[in-house]
């Protein structure tokens, strides 16, 4: 009754208005007498005033800029994902994307497309919205200093990163000396000249840095926390630095920059013995609360803000103080944690792509168009290795580092990426740099930046060595059974260790249990990656205590979770690696079954594989594509379980499809004697009593354990049976017929573990 009476309601109201304002709206045109209103023509056609009307919001400036952002985002993600699958970090394609829209490519062969999508007036817009981008990613780069290590270890690796800077510094002003009669802009000091040159060479991403170190499981090593500290070292010097030439640059001469350099030296102090004590005692007051107010939020934000503004207005640019404020947060992980998941998405994925954009349409790569041009610029690449690459290697070296350790501490340091286009973009700003040498040091940016992953292969690869990240605990045991159980979440990893430890419960001495969590790289901050390590581990140290089960820890920061899963398998000469089954990227509609899509988003390398016909666009995938990716790359015995709230390994069940299935009689053998799980032997086709291997193990099982082995007829496979199982055992081939029978079984499953031998 309520329903029928609020729809009369809601027709009788809604009719009523609509009726009342076509009636004010008619009576209204008589109010249009007299006032002279301009109609148009009746040339034009209603289609044609339709079009004018779409045209001219095409050209709106809000228009246009967000079709900058939708188009920039786009093609950055592309080139980033094709960088990212050759071994280079994203940033270097994101760059790229940046010169390919630009004049250097887009603007040269589609000029038409690149002066709509581009236009110049359009520029100032683009402009700020990326300085905002810079300003938030700073912020970013700041809370990620984890300055304890300074305090710490800060003997050799601040030599090192000192010398770092000092010798591609100088290095970099007697290159000045050399190119600026050619290159420096008009009316431009050679002092303002060389000391950008200076700090452009002087420059290390410490970002790019710090995932490198993470994805090729450095960070606990000697060598990594050297690196990292010299980078923070880099880091810090390197941008107290451009801010005193920006100084200089703006006020003209030394002696009037001392009066800016008197002002950031207060900034400075302000915001170490006023600022931060403020943001610390925030910091203690709301740490205990599970979410941040907005009013606190706010004080934080409003912090950045100002600060950058005071920077800006007292000449040493608004990102230094993004950067300060970023260093002085308080030192509690929840709140940098915090700051960073709402500022990094916003300035990584949709801010920062635009400038890099905006970097690429100042980039005129056809302006390097004769030899002399290009070999000035590999000259500058030479000077910029030499300086960062060969100072840092041989300053480790002097300081006590073996040459292996030294030339990686160089190919690290050697890395530009982002912070030396912030600073080659600060100079174009000011006008020290023309367009020749800013498209120049761009070019040796990106040639420096590329050239650290292939370095530190080749270094790797002279000193016949790997990164260590398997357990020497693992390693010593070389005569035990070693299971590696790979998990993405605590609860399946608890799972996956109550299922290995009812293979080896019994057998302690002679086996191992090694649990893995291997991270995106660029999910995880240096500031918390131990906080992040500890915590990840804590369910499963708690879960292996609760089953007495000593457990080794293995936690390692990658690009590639599949590939690294393979490797880490094989190189510690695991028995057995155990993973969970993820959700199906299937799950969805028709077209997402045909062409890769999920529910929310593309997946490149599924869409790239059926368009190559590497799988067939109706294939039928019964694992998700990490699962997948794990099966193709996998020489190790690979178990995937799929939990369906496995409590205990009681009542295991074992079909036998096909004589290959033999191996599984291993596995049997162990939940017997470790478990005295009950197992139910299914004979398929009388495939035991056809294969003498198969049935020989099967009656001596019998023998040993008569009350926990018993042969069951397919006719007794029904629901009743099933639901009292704990776990199916069953083989790779098997399950795939399984699944392409459309078996019934399949609605009544319990647990499963999958085995490929």
Not at 9 to 25: D, E, K, Q, R
Not at 152 to 174: M, T
């Amino acid at each position: 009754m309520n329903k029928v009476r609020n729809t009369i309601f809601y027709f009788t109201v809604t009719g009523v208005f609509i009726t009342l304002m076509y009636w004010v709206v008619q009576q209204g045109k008589n109010l249009e007498i007299g006032r002279k209103i301009i109609a148009p023509t009746s040339n034009d056609s209603k289609w044609t005033q339709f079009l004018e009307g779409l045209f001219h919001n095409v050209e709106h400036p809000l228009a246009i800029l967000l079709a900058q952002i939708i188009t920039i985002i786009i093609i950055a993600r592309f080139f980033g994902w094709i960088f990212k699958k050759i071994g280079q970090p994203s940033v270097i394609g994101e760059i790229i994307a940046g010169i390919f829209l630009g004049p250097s490519v887009v603007g040269m062969y589609f000029p038409e497309f690149a002066s709509f999508l581009f236009p110049v007036d359009s520029l100032g817009n683009l402009h700020f919205l990326s300085q905002i981008g810079l300003i938030l990613f700073m912020f970013v780069i700041g809370m990620e200093l984890d300055l304890k290590v300074l305090k710490n270890k800060a003997n050799d690796a601040v030599v090192i990163s000192h010398a770092s800077i000092v010798i591609p510094f100088a290095l970099g002003i007697s290159l000045a000396y050399f190119v600026y009669h050619k290159f420096a802009p008009q009316g431009v000091e050679f002092l303002s000249f060389s000391l950008f040159m200076g700090i452009a060479m002087s420059i290390t991403a410490f970002p790019v840095l710090a995932r490198i170190v993470q994805e090729r499981g450095l960070h606990k090593t000697r060598l990594g926390t050297i690196v990292i500290t010299c980078a923070a070292a880099d880091d810090i010097t390197a941008w107290c630095l451009l801010a005193a030439v920006i100084a200089i640059v703006k006020a003209g001469t030394f002696l009037s920059s001392l009066y800016v350099i008197a002002l950031a030296f207060i900034y400075v102090l302000a915001m170490l013995f006023l600022v931060k004590p403020f943001l610390k005692r925030v910091g203690e007051l709301y740490k205990d609360n599970e979410n941040l107010s907005k009013p606190v939020v706010a004080i934080f934000f409003l912090t950045l803000i100002v600060s950058s503004y005071a920077t800006e207005v007292i000449g040493i640019h608004a990102l230094f103080g993004a950067f300060m404020t970023g260093a002085i947060m308080p030192d509690i992980s929840k709140f940098r944690h915090v700051f960073i998941e709402k500022v990094e998405d916003v300035s990584v994925i949709l801010l920062l792509p635009l400038f890099f954009v905006f970097t690429g349409l100042r980039t005129q790569i056809g302006l390097i168009n004769d030899p002399y041009l290009w070999k000035v610029t590999g000259f500058i690449i030479l000077v910029a290795v030499l300086g960062k690459f060969v100072g840092s290697a041989l300053t480790a070296r002097f300081v006590g580092q073996d040459w292996k350790d030294s030339l990686t501490i160089g190919a690290l340091m050697n890395t530009r990426g982002l912070m030396e286009l912030v600073v080659l973009n600060i100079g174009y700003d000011l006008g020290v740099l023309t367009s020749e040498i800013f498209t120049m040091m761009v070019i040796m940016a990106l040639v420096t930046t590329f050239m650290t992953g292939p370095a530190l292969d080749l270094i790797n690869w002279v000193f016949k060595s790997k990164e260590v990240v398997i357990p020497k605990e693992v390693v010593e045991d070389s005569n035990k059974y070693k299971i590696l159980i790979s998990f993405g979440n605590n609860e399946k990893g608890k799972s996956l260790l109550k299922l290995a430890n009812s293979l080896v419960k019994k057998q302690k001495e002679t086996s191992s249990i090694t649990a893995m969590h291997l991270s995106v790289s660029d999910e995880i901050h240096g500031y918390n990656i131990e906080e992040y390590e500890k915590e990840t581990f804590v369910p499963i140290i708690e879960e292996s205590k609760a089953l007495n089960q000593e457990i080794n820890t293995l936690y390692k920061a990658t690009t590639d979770i599949e590939n690294d899963i393979a490797e880490i398998a094989s190189r510690g000469d695991y028995d057995l690696l155990l993973v969970g089954l993820g959700k199906s990227i299937f799950e969805g509609t028709l077209l997402g079954k045909v062409i890769g899509f999920t529910t929310r988003i593309i997946n490149p390398d599924r869409l790239m594989d059926k368009l190559t016909g590497k799988e067939g666009l109706f294939a039928n995938s019964i694992f998700d594509e990490r699962t997948r990716q794990i099966i193709s790359k996998n020489k190790t015995p690979l178990g995937i379980f799929v939990d369906n709230d496995l409590r205990n390994s009681d009542k295991v069940f074992v079909p036998f499809f096909s004589s290959e299935d033999a191996f599984l009689i291993d596995y049997v053998q162990k939940f017997i004697f470790n478990n005295n799980s009950k197992v139910n032997v299914l004979d398929v086709e009388n495939q035991i009593e056809n294969h003498f291997l198969i049935k020989s193990a099967i009656d001596t099982l019998e023998q040993q354990y008569p009350d926990n082995i018993t042969l069951v007829g397919e006719e007794e496979i029904n629901h009743a049976f099933l639901i009292k199982q704990d776990l199916m055992l069953i083989s790779l081939d098997s399950w795939k017929k399984l699944i392409d029978s459309q078996s019934l079984w399949l609605n009544d499953l319990p647990s499963v573990l999958i085995i490929k031998p």
